[in-house]
């Protein structure tokens, strides 16, 4: 009876022991961008998370900042040219491989994923000289751009996996009934895909409002992006705004996140219903 | 008719295929072919900084920049430094993902929703910012030596970045979530109830997970690893901003060459030595894997 008693209490701390771990690594993950949204409401001039008092006197500065803004606006722009390309791009396709039989769709859709496995700092070398020679080297639409390459594939997947969710006998029905492929696309495929978009949507743009490489590549003084502008400040100086930018671009993420569990969640119900 | 149809039907697909087919071809095959052609140019003005000529000298053909890498010693040692750096990256985060997938895909549904979100959530955030709070936490007034200090486990703040260590930190915080949405993913899809059957049938934990989980989780793991590898090498952040002069890979290398010297033919050929050595890296990889197959159907 002994023995096993023991081996039960043993098992007891075994399982809290790897809570203990598992838990902890996970917090030790976060713990990062924890301490930076911390340290954001600093009130001094030091890097030292606030402990009595907090402030938001760097939020201010931030919002106040020319050079800050900029970069805000401009990761906007850029991230909403982002959304309406890999729209387009990925939903196309992702349409096409799962409403047509046509020769080469696995060889489509093994390109359409292929930029994400190119080494960042590779593509964004090879897009440089090549917006260069076009003219293009300092707009916001090649970032854009070099950005739909990578939000393209995550697009395509999402809307790929609505659409092969739904009911076939629905559009066959609807077709039956003599509605012209419009009619169904509109009526039928669209609301059923809706959420899907909107998740592909947010997608995109947290994609590219976070992407720094190909915008450290692509973009000049006169379009950069936010990252870009946290960029020399993390080489030289390292003050507490980038905190605030950080956390701003933090908020602006985990809200799209919000979103996306939202969204996702109706979907859930409405298949379940 | 029915002709007619077929014909129909592709031009619907085309026309649907054709801003991706757009994008592909004019923003990812066009720019690959162009950065082989860069590679093959004459570099800009013999300055250094390029300033009042060109980036390089259009209409030239010459093997200049590839001579110039193979015989320079820097750049061996950028390139070895690079394969082991990720490498070495690959190791940390394997045997960090491998049993934190493990607990995260025995938890009940709702803590396994909540921890995947945990996982994910630094991969969507920024970069840079992860870096930063890295930056912060390792930092000689950062929370971390000033816990060491107040210990009085150490005398003066250790130097946690600006060298080897703050690399692989950072490197494999920006790969973590990769390699852990892959393991937890292959580890759902072992049936689950071998485990407690081994277990009915004698086994101990460890001897279950040792002879059953670990053996059905190998193509997940071999996924994750070559994943791993191809991220890792592609280390940029990490060692730009958490290392010194003395941790400088590929990717920081090609970066520099293009916005510090100007040199845009010497960034583009080191961009493509550094798709060769992900292409060789992944060849012998999978040649491994493949042997390691062979060998235990022989066992």
Same mark, same amino acid.
């Given at each position: ?18 809570? @203990? ?15 930076? @949204? ?94 260069? @020679? ?71 743009? @947290? ?67 | ?142 929370? &971390?030596?000033?816990?060491?200090? /107040? ?117 583009? /050929? ?11 890296? &992944? ?5 491994? &894997? ?10």
């Amino acid at each position: 009876m002994k023995p096993k008693r023991f081996n039960l209490e043993s098992g007891l701390v075994f399982a809290i022991g790897q809570n @203990i771990l598992g838990f902890g690594l996970l917090l030790v993950l976060l713990l990062p961008l924890i301490y930076v @949204i911390w340290i954001s409401f600093t009130p001094g001039e030091l890097l030292q998370p606030p402990t009595g008092q907090w402030s938001l006197r760097w939020y201010q500065l931030f919002f106040t900042s020319p050079q800050w803004i900029q970069g805000l606006i401009n990761s906007f722009w850029v991230a909403g040219m982002t959304v309406i390309g890999s729209l387009l791009t990925g939903g196309g396709v992702a349409l096409a491989v799962t409403r047509y039989h046509f020769r080469g769709v696995q060889l489509l859709s093994g390109a359409v994923l292929l930029p994400l496995f190119v080494p960042a700092v590779v593509l964004a070398m090879a897009l440089l000289p090549f917006v260069h @020679i076009l003219g293009l080297w300092g707009t916001r639409v090649s970032v854009a751009a070099g950005h739909s390459l990578w939000s393209m594939p995550v697009v395509f997947l999402v809307i790929r996996a609505a659409l092969e969710d739904l009911d076939p006998d629905l559009e066959h029905a609807a077709r039956g009934l003599g509605a012209a492929p419009i009619t169904i696309f509109r009526r039928i495929t669209l609301p059923v895909i809706a959420p899907a978009l909107v998740v592909g949507a947010i997608m995109a743009f @947290i994609i590219s409002l976070n992407e720094f490489v190909m915008a450290l590549f692509l973009s000049t003084p006169a379009i950069e992006t936010l990252p870009k502008v946290i960029w020399p400040n993390l080489r030289y100086t390292l003050t507490p705004i980038v905190a605030a930018a950080s956390s701003v671009m933090m908020v602006l993420t985990l809200l799209g996140v919000a979103l996306i569990i939202w969204f996702l969640r109706g979907l859930r119900e409405a298949k379940l219903s | 008719m029915k002709l007619y149809k077929l014909a129909s039907i592709n031009l619907a697909a085309l026309l649907l295929i054709m801003p991706a087919l757009i994008l592909l071809i004019c923003f990812f095959v066009a720019p690959m072919i162009l950065l082989g052609r860069v590679s093959l140019y004459e570099g800009g003005g013999n300055s250094g900084f390029g300033i009042g000529t060109g980036f390089y000298t259009p209409g030239t053909w010459t093997l200049n920049a590839y001579f110039t890498l193979f015989t320079d010693q820097y750049f061996w040692e950028i390139l070895t430094f690079t394969v082991m750096l990720g490498i070495g990256i690959t190791v940390v985060t394997l045997l960090l993902a491998y049993p934190l997938s493990l607990f995260i895909q025995k938890r009940t549904p709702r803590w396994k929703a909540i921890a995947l979100a945990a996982v994910i959530l630094p991969k969507l955030a920024n970069p840079l910012v992860i870096i930063y709070g890295i930056q912060l936490l390792l930092s000689n007034s950062g929370p &971390i030596n000033q816990l060491l200090l /107040a210990l009085r486990l150490i005398s003066e703040p250790l130097t946690l970045f600006h060298n080897l260590f703050g690399v692989v930190v950072g490197g494999t915080y920006l790969i973590f979530p990769y390699t852990v949405l892959v393991l937890v993913t292959a580890l759902d899809r072992i049936d689950a109830t071998l485990v407690p059957a081994a277990r009915g049938l004698g086994a101990t934990a460890w001897a279950a997970f040792w002879r059953v989980t670990f053996p059905l989780s190998l193509p997940g793991l071999s996924l994750a690893t070559l994943l791993s590898l191809i991220f890792a090498l592609g280390a940029f952040e990490s060692p730009y901003l958490l290392g010194s002069p003395q941790e400088i890979t590929l990717a920081v290398d090609i970066q520099k060459q293009t916005f510090e010297n100007l040199n845009w033919p010497r960034g583009a /050929a080191e961009a493509i030595m550094m798709l060769i050595t992900l292409g060789v890296c &992944i060849a012998l990889y999978s040649i491994s &894997i493949r042997s390691t197959k062979r060998l235990q159907r022989v066992v």
